[in-house]
């Protein structure tokens, strides 16, 4: 354990610039979208109103934009806007733009015909109408869709550090993988906050008035430029090549704090999701980024890995972790479980998860091929006695390996499976695990130590030695604290590694860590 | 003043109009009266181009209106609606400012013109800064009426102006509208579905039936001489009330038969209506007045059963 646990309210202090900078950040990207969202929906949903033909098709389309996830909507930018706030402030905008062209088009539509008449009879132009008699009439209505542009904006902003644009989520999704709720609740709370109060200050607005709206439609929009001024790109220091590092590894002592402690690593470093990062890595985006040593996108996206010379990334085992009352309900489990025990090595781990990552084999076909080939894979006995379920994290490899285990569960046992994969990071898995919501799922070692025992820095540095010696130390404290057994592990040792683009590391005559740190610090 | 041409507007195969003509002199009151969907609110709104005709011309002093701008031609025009259509976010004297603000005109100029309206219309001067929603009907009416008048436009469009309004209200504002000296200078043409109105307000009455004119004329000739049958069971339910309203004391004065003079009430003109005189014979406690023709200056003392007897006489041999 930690010397101190920190409560939420000093670790905020503890945190309180990066807690500001992200703030700063998430303010701003979200009224920069907001103000882009504003400035084509609004004129958009105009347009519509005098082409009505025109508006199934808009707010069709307005609508598909809102319903596609926004992870995916990233990954889909990355090799148009490459990462950053380009293509975060883009997919905002994006999301933003149907409440304001619905509620613009439903606004003007709504006004009264017999006012609309009345401005024509007196011989306004339609261009007079539309400003002095149709947007002030609908304003509330297009205020109301402004509100909840911002308020979404505000939330999904939260995804803009998947792809290293700062903002709190770089705290929420960091405080998830490091297993950290100070660090989830830290960017949580800030963020729920901007919600509530842009929504609040957004209604005020809404409620004055009707008269009082043409003097704030001339005060909003300075309003707006100031908030979207706030956004300031993130970056460290400039350096000549730029790194992309999850929030996990950010965080961890076999990650990027040991880089600058043993390397001296100065690098301009940027916060990204690991389901982006390499495709970032691929378009040129980035040049050093955080990797397990088995990932099959080395292969997939021609990456090599720098030789960690200083030996700051321990190697670990994979294994299930599982709770002893799991084991004794199920008495079949375990034996079944280990039956994988020493099949795969790191070379066919790496080769398993090529065939998924680079040659998009399914998960389930890889497993299977696996097991047959093993000689393991029996047929499902079609058993119904109770259902185990499975659980992932959510990336390739992990998915292969729960894949395995439901078919050697369903040869083997009268137990049915059900499978929980994609679990989003070290926190919800092990959360899910301790809650009886999933009965087992795959964890290293290291992540076990590091990230969800966290003792001091002394004992890491003692167990850290060799990797048997780690696995018998979780194995212990797991079983004290949580009552939870490591299972015998499966071969595999995953470590962290840094890599690099195979072209770029030879030009630069790149091969360890050290002459990464030796190459960026030449002048 | 006004001209209609063989005006004729279709909606697909739909004649709504079918090709009308009629002509309203300067300073004339021109009712188009009708029962829904006859097709004279259609009318009414060619005239200023909210709706633009399939086929046919209108001349407004002998120009086709088509040679303007439709803006410019609506800015001389007034127009009043039957929901007033005042703009809910602009105070009372804003409302009636827009046209002058549209002609930019001076704010002094368009201040003291909104008070002589306001002056004119019966309503007080602290309404300036209200909004509409802050106001009765009758109000609303009123402001609509305004704003219409605003830049004292020569022509006044009226689609059932009173037609929001309870019956009470109404023939206040009738009579302030006959009063209104403002509005004899205007040439009107004024939609409405109410008979009674019509009569009351009318110098001439186009009385339209499926986009077509069934009969143009004055009150008393639509009464009296009615074309056909639509007319006449058009105008029934309400015959008498608006013989009443349409026969004036002048009309009867041949057949007259003269009772004692009363010399203690006023001289009542002979162009008083007989309906309005009825009024008048309510309200005082003799059954007795003194009228008086101004085409030869003579003098009747009459009495009510000796109106009433020359009234069925001239209804008979009309």
Known sequence: MNEHQLNLWEFMIQQADKLAVQTLQHIGLTFIALILAVLIGLPLGIYITRKKQFSGAVLGIASVLQTIPSIALLGFLIPVLGIGPKPAIFALFLYALLPIIRNTFTGITGVDPSVIEAALATGMSKWQILFKVELPLAMPVIFAGIRTATVITVGVATLASYIAAGGLGEFIFGGISLNNTNMILAGAIPAALLAVIFDFLLSRLQKLNVAKINSITKVLPILLLLLASLYFAPSAYGSKLKAGFTPEFMGRQDGNLGLIEKYGLKINTVVINDAVMYKAEYENQLDVISGYSTDGRLAAFNLV???????????????????????????????????????????????LNYLTDYLHQSPEQVAKDFLVANHLYKPSKGGHQSTIIIGSKIFGEQYILANMYALLIKGNTNYDVATKTGLGGTKICFEALNNNQIDFYPEYTGTGLLAILKPSVKTVVAVCVDKEVTYNYVNTEFKKKYDIKWLKPIGFNNAYALMMRKNQANSLHIKTISELSTYLNQK | MIKVEGLSKNYGLVKAIDHISFEVEEHQNLILLGTSGCGKTTTLKMINRLVEPSSGRILINGIDITKEKPETLRRKIGYVLQNYGLFPHYTVAQNIGIVPQLLNWEKQKTKSRTL????????????????????????????????????????LLMDEPFGALDNVTKANIHAEFLALDELKQKTIIMVTHDVQEAFELGDRICLMDKGEIVQDGSPSELLLKPVNDFVAGFLKEQQLLLEFKTTKILDLWSLLITSRQNNVEPIINAEIDLWTLIELIKKQKSEFVNIQNHKNGEVLGLGFEAIMQAFYQYIKSK
């Open chain 1, 305 to 351: 890995i720098l030789k960690d010379d200083k030996h700051i990334f321990p190697p670990y085992y994979a294994a299930p972790i599982i709770k002893e009352a799991t084991l004794k309900k199920y008495p079949d489990l375990e034996n079944t479980l280990n039956l994988l025990a020493g099949k795969i090595n790191d070379s066919i781990m790496t080769r």
């Open chain 2, 116 to 155: 002589e309206l306001l002056e004119k219309l019966h309503l007080p001067a602290d309404i300036l800064n209200a909004y509409p929603s802050e106001l009765s009907g009758g109000q609303q009416q009123r402001i609509g009426l305004a704003r219409a008048l605003a830049t004292n436009p020569p022509v």
